[in-house]
């Protein structure tokens, strides 16, 4: 439940997407009342979840720089504030008292915000590179069907939406075991409805205009995009068996797999438009028929190819230093281990070489997670044939040969 006492917003129980529009509510009316600072008290919040709590953010954002304040109190629940914090939801509801997360476990990624195309580029690639390390046994259309609906979506927030904050995207969860992967983005700009308004007068409502931007080539303006961007996530998550939620104004429209597609009219409306969206990548072959437009499929440019793979050379540089969060344990060893097993099997022509510039030393549980137990993955003869290390100092030279040789004999 969600109510509010003057100018303070009492987030009790949970905080879901289907939640979102009375605290949008309370707001508004605090606002009415002559409240210049409103309290967003989650002390009693049992979880909270991305699509709400980035969609509350945006706004808040927006109206922050229209000079209102916003004071947070976190969840009594130590791990939910925990949460907030490594997340950047506390950052983004209250920067004055919570700076930017420091988070860098490598399952989620936190909440990003973007205003320029450098920014966006570097939050889509954060979020790929993520997967990448958490995601083992990743089929590249599988990559790439998730890295082009993500860098559709938050494009379309700087080319169309006319958003002062810019936007923010999120990583939600990286579902190993059921194989779905779930992002959100949200901005506070005009809405769908009145940017495809521009180049088709019939779209009268929010509900109409949701309708339409599902459909393949709708745009405001074909001289800067093809209009695919919402029409192939859509079907890149409903032929996938996910879900794809979207909101703008007072419309929503909701897909699942068990009830379908809807389009409803909300009482409160959203200022700006949300997209949650969850890929169900367990069928590769499902993703890239997925991605067809005009009726021939479409294979973008990818992650892999501008990061790693380098045109007419057999060797792909892999520098430790900047794959890891740190050299000192199990954990951090684990993203190593899947990106590489990764980037073997999506680049079958190439070597990837280990260039251990710059560390003087790791520790025995970092080497046998990253490189131990890949070795036993691969088998000794693949591990000889499709890796090279460069600029090993002798103790971290030492460290690996007995990771190494211990999972080669079963110890």
């Not at 429209?253 to 909300?266: A, C, K, M, N, P």
């Not at 700006?272 to 890239?288: E, R």
Request: overall charge negative.
């Amino acid at each position: 439940m969600i109510y509010r006492q003057q100018n303070r917003i009492v987030f009790d129980g949970v905080f879901s997407i289907a939640e979102l529009h009375p605290p949008l509510a309370g707001i508004h009316q605090a606002l009415n009342d002559g409240h210049d600072e409103i309290i967003l008290d989650f002390q009693v919040c049992e979880a909270a979840f991305p699509p709400s709590i980035l969609s509350l953010a945006a706004q808040v954002m927006k109206l922050r720089d229209q000079g209102i304040s916003f004071r947070l109190q976190l969840p009594n629940k130590l791990e939910l504030a925990r949460h907030f914090r490594n997340t950047n939801w506390a950052h983004f509801l209250d920067p004055s008292v919570y700076p930017p997360s420091q988070f860098r476990g490598f399952t989620h990624v936190p909440a990003t915000q973007f205003t320029t195309d450098v920014e966006q580029r570097g939050a889509v690639y954060r979020i790929i590179d993520g997967m990448l390390g958490a995601v083992p046994n990743l089929d590249r259309r599988q990559l790439y069907a998730l890295e082009w609906s993500i860098n559709e979506i938050t494009d379309n927030v700087l080319v169309h939406a006319q958003s002062p904050i810019g936007g923010l995207v999120q990583m939600t969860a990286f579902q190993r075991t059921k194989q779905r992967i779930e992002y959100v983005v949200v901005d506070a700009g005009v809405g769908i409805c009145r940017t495809l308004r521009q180049a088709f007068p019939d779209v009268t409502s929010d509900v109409d205009a949701l309708r339409k931007a599902i459909l393949e080539g709708v745009t405001r303006d074909a001289s800067i995009g093809q209009g695919n961007g919402l029409y192939g996530s859509y079907q890149i998550c409903s032929q996938s068996k996910g879900f794809f939620h979207m909101e703008s104004g007072d419309g929503k429209l909701d897909f699942s797999e068990g009830r379908g597609l809807r389009v409803t009219t909300e009482l409160v409306p959203y200022d700006g438009t949300l997209v949650a969206a969850q890929i169900n990548f367990s069928d590769p072959d499902l993703l890239a028929e997925a991605l067809s437009f005009g009726g021939r499929k479409y294979v973008p440019m990818d992650f892999v190819e501008l990061k790693y793979e380098q045109e007419g050379l057999t060797d792909i540089p892999f520098v430790i230093k900047d794959e890891a969060a740190s050299f000192g344990s199990r954990v951090a060893g684990t993203p190593v281990r899947n990106k590489l097993f990764n980037l073997i099997q999506m680049c079958p022509g190439q070597r990837i070489v280990l260039d251990f510039a710059e560390i003087p030393i790791i520790s025995s549980s970092f080497a046998d997670e990253a490189l131990g137990k890949l070795f036993v993955q691969l088998g000794p003869l693949a591990f000889a044939q499709r890796l090279e290390f460069r600029n090993l100092e002798p103790t971290v030279r030492q460290l690996l040969d007995r990771a190494i040789i211990q999972r080669a004999s079963g110890k």
